[in-house]
Every structure is written in structure tokens, then in C-alpha cells.
């Protein structure tokens, strides 16, 4: 009889997903009798002990018997236990040095890991995900540190009212306080003297498509980046009463060296061969909602020395950075660090080239944080669930036994065991280099 193990979050007090709503395990049970399920307690998860005893669950602080323990978060190295299998977001397939430690350790206890991250299809797509939570609850915050970006920069706006995603009830509660805020927007117009309001997104992915949700219940005129000049023609500074919105695809972030064009599957392939061109577009944001893929293979989307240059020439009007991503030292440059729930904003101030971890003074403010959609813990959970849940069996009936080769699993399973009985799997078998000494 597979067990499967649902763990208590303890990354952040503000971390109350889990990846099975009790629904999620009623419905697995009445569809498979077979399978069993123990629910660590936890005083802050968004479902209740009880709501999982309700389900069907065991709730018990023991997970030991389970066959496959699962959680959102990265779990502990003193929390692991020998010959251990889990799936949780490892954030390890890039190198991430934070957290070859913990992996060196899950080999140390010939542990197996599986990642979310690494469940996809043929086509490479993910079918497990947080990122369009990610996405919207990001933009949420977004919108909140924009208007008090603007009240510090001495401009009256309605987008005061807009508060940090997790003080809403769920996303209908933000949306509908947000769509409030554009009706006074459309009504009252911008703050006299503000040059157009230009909200950038770079990436069109699952993060873009939640971002772009939010953003969409405010007024906007959607604008092509080839087009943004001429929104800073003689006459339209300050008038409006509403956004533009521009969405940014790869051939607007890169060109093959020597200014020889774009090639979008080389570009993939071969990203060494590309250099940033995302600076052209910079004078003309507002905002940039960075949502995009990034490895330190790829050109950075905004760097240090662009920004200085732009605010050495008065050309910078951008006030607000939402980077989704959040790739540290990644893509946006200034990204040195994760911030949190309770401090979320590093600004970066071009005068001093310096960032601090407030908003107050002048500068660039940056949403930084890494687990976005803790924000909103009921709806990333009912989401995330639904889409785990066809695997749930499959997941909870892997095979020790077996060695990797002879695993018969589904590929998009098979293609998410980074260690299988504490040994890398061959498709993962590049981050040996990456990891301490044994």
C-alpha cells in the first residue's frame, strides 16, 4: 500500500502552502483505496489538521512510514532521514551553491529526490508548478511597492490603497481591491507631472500570464516595445488616465554578437553567442516585472552599469522592479540578495550605487523575494494539487528495488529523480562538479 507523507512547512513564517489541499486527498482516496496518507501538524498551514482527518489523512508528527514524503520548501539537512525519498522544489538542477550541501547530504543518507521542477513533457513544458502564483501574487506586491514608491517620490495615487498580497483573503479579494483602484485611476487620472506610466514584462510564460492577470484589472493600453518612444513625444508627459503595458520576448532582451540578428532556437541553444540589448528599452519604464528563465549562461536583463549610465544622463524614470525570478546576481543585477515577507524591498539608489533593505529615500525599489506564492496559500495550494494529482499514485509506488535504468515510471516522472537511491541520475550528473567534497 503506498503511503505518502505530507511534511510541515517550517521555511518562513509565512509559509502555509502544502502541496495537497484536503480535497486533493479525498478525491485521491476515493479514486484508490490503496493509498494512504499521514499530514504532519502544522499551527500556520492554510487547510486545518482537521480538514485532512476529515479527508481520509492520518495526521501524525511520525512520517517515517511513508514511502514518499512531500513539501513545498527545502527541507532541512538534520530533518532527512536515511534511505529517505522526497519531492519538494530542491532548487539544485542549476548549481545553486546554498543547496549542494543539502544534496551532498541526501547522497550521504542514499536518499532518492525528486524536483516539481523537472516534471515536464515532451516539449520541455512544466505540468507541476507554482509560477503563475508566483506571478500573480508578485504583481500584487508590485503594484503596492509602486504606490509607495510614488507617495515617497511625493505623488498623491488610489494605488496607496493597494496592500501586500498576503493581507488579502485570496486572489478574488486582491483583484477586486486592485480593479477598484483602476476605476479611481480611470476616473481621477495619473498624478499631474508623472511622464507616461510604462509597466514592462519580460517573459511570456506561466509567471508573465499571472502577473499580466493582475495588471490587467487596472486601466492599460497595451503598446509594442518597437512603439515606446513615441509615448515620450512633445506633449504627453503627464497626461492619461491610464497605464501601457509592453510585453518583452526574447528578441527584445538579446542579438547575436556583432549585431547579427536573432535566432530564437539558437539563441536556446548556444546563449553564449548572445549579448543584452534590454538596455534600449530601459529609458522608457516605469516598471519592469521580470519573469523570465534565467542562467548564467544567458546576458543579464538589466546590469548595474546600465542603470548608472541612464541616471548619468537623466534618462531613468524607472521606480519599481518586481523580479519574480529572483536569481541571485541573475538577471537583474542588482538581486544580491532573497528578501522576505516581513522586509521585502531592497532599493538601489544610482546616485550612491548602493541598496539598502527599506524603501525610504531615493532609488529603484526591488521585490526580491523568493517563495512569492506563499502569499497566497489557498489558492497556490488548490492549484498546485490539482496538477500534482494524477502522480500521486505513481509517485507513492516507485521501486527501490530497481536500479534507475530498469524504472518503469512515466517520462515525466522519470525525468524529475535527480538521486535515485543516492546516486545522481544520468541526466543530472553534471552537478558533481557543483557539489562539496563527500
Known amino acids: 500500500m503506498p503511503v505518502i507523507g505530507i511534511r510541515r512547512e517550517n521555511k518562513g513564517r509565512h509559509e502555509r502552502r502544502a502541496p495537497l489541499s484536503p480535497d486533493h486527498v479525498r478525491e485521491a482516496l476515493a479514486s ?28 501524525t508528527e511520525d512520517l517515517s512510514g511513508a514511502d514518499l514524503i512531500m513539501g513545498v520548501k527545502e527541507i ?44 515536464v513533457d515532451r516539449e520541455g513544458r512544466r505540468e507541476v508548478f507554482f509560477g503563475y502564483h508566483a506571478g500573480l501574487a508578485g504583481m500584487i506586491d508590485c503594484l503596492w511597492i509602486f504606490g509607495r514608491r510614488l507617495a515617497e517620490d511625493g505623488y498623491d495615487s488610489p494605488l496607496s490603497q493597494v496592500r501586500q498580497a498576503l493581507e488579502y483573503d485570496d486572489l478574488a479579494h ?4 486592485i ?6 485611476l480611470a476616473t481621477t487620472g495619473l498624478p499631474a507631472g508623472l511622464p507616461p506610466v510604462v509597466f514592462g514584462f519580460a517573459g511570456y510564460g506561466n509567471v508573465s500570464r499571472g502577473a499580466q492577470y493582475v495588471f490587467d484589472h487596472l486601466p492599460f493600453v497595451a503598446v509594442d516595445p518597437a512603439d515606446l518612444s513615441k509615448l515620450f513625444a512633445a506633449g504627453t508627459a503627464g497626461v492619461g488616465n491610464h497605464f501601457y503595458k509592453v510585453l518583452f520576448k526574447e528578441e527584445h532582451l538579446a542579438q547575436r554578437r ?40 544567458y546576458p543579464r536583463l538589466v546590469t548595474r552599469s546600465e542603470v548608472l549610465k541612464l541616471h548619468g544622463q537623466g534618462e531613468l524614470r524607472l521606480r519599481v522592479i518586481a523580479d519574480i525570478t529572483c536569481d541571485i546576481d541573475g538577471s537583474i543585477e542588482m538581486t544580491i ?44 495550494t488548490s492549484h498546485f494539487g490539482a496538477s ?40 543530472y550528473d553534471y552537478l558533481e562538479a557543483e557539489l562539496p567534497s563527500a
Request: aromatic share 10%; hydrophobic share 35%; net charge negative.
Open 32 to 59: 484508490n483505496t490503496e493509498l494512504e496518507f499521514l499530514v504532519q501538524p502544522s499551527p500556520v498551514r492554510i487547510h486545518p489538521e482537521a480538514e485532512y482527518l476529515a479527508a481520509g489523512a492520518v495526521v
Open 337 to 380: 540578495e532573497a528578501t522576505d515577507q516581513d522586509r521585502p524591498i531592497l532599493t538601489y539608489d544610482p546616485a550612491t550605487d548602493g541598496l539598502r533593505r527599506q524603501l525610504e529615500g531615493p532609488g529603484i525599489s526591488i521585490l526580491a523575494v523568493d517563495n512569492l506564492p506563499c502569499e497566497l496559500p489557498r489558492d497556490a
Open 388 to 427: 500534482l494529482a494524477p502522480f500521486l499514485t505513481e509517485l507513492g509506488s516507485l521501486d527501490h528495488a530497481l536500479p534507475f535504468a530498469r524504472l518503469l515510471v512515466r517520462d515525466e516522472l522519470k525525468s524529475a529523480i535527480i538521486l535515485w537511491n543516492g546516486e545522481l541520475t544520468p541526466q
Open 174 to 177: 486582491a483583484c477586486a481591491s
Open 258 to 297: 556583432g549585431d547579427q540578428g536573432f535566432a530564437l532556437q539558437e539563441y536556446y541553444d548556444h546563449p553564449e553567442l548572445y549579448e543584452g540589448i534590454f538596455e534600449k528599452w530601459l529609458p522608457y519604464l516605469t516598471g519592469l516585472v521580470n519573469c523570465i528563465y534565467w542562467s548564467p549562461s
Open 76 to 119: 532541512p539537512m538534520d530533518l532527512l532521514q536515511p534511505e529517505g525519498s522526497y519531492i519538494y522544489f530542491s532548487h539544485t538542477i542549476k548549481g545553486q551553491s546554498h543547496n549542494m550541501p543539502t544534496l551532498r547530504r541526501l547522497m550521504d543518507l542514499r536518499c532518492t529526490l525528486l524536483d516539481y521542477e523537472r516534471i
Open 179 to 184: 480593479k477598484q483602484v483602476g476605476e479611481q
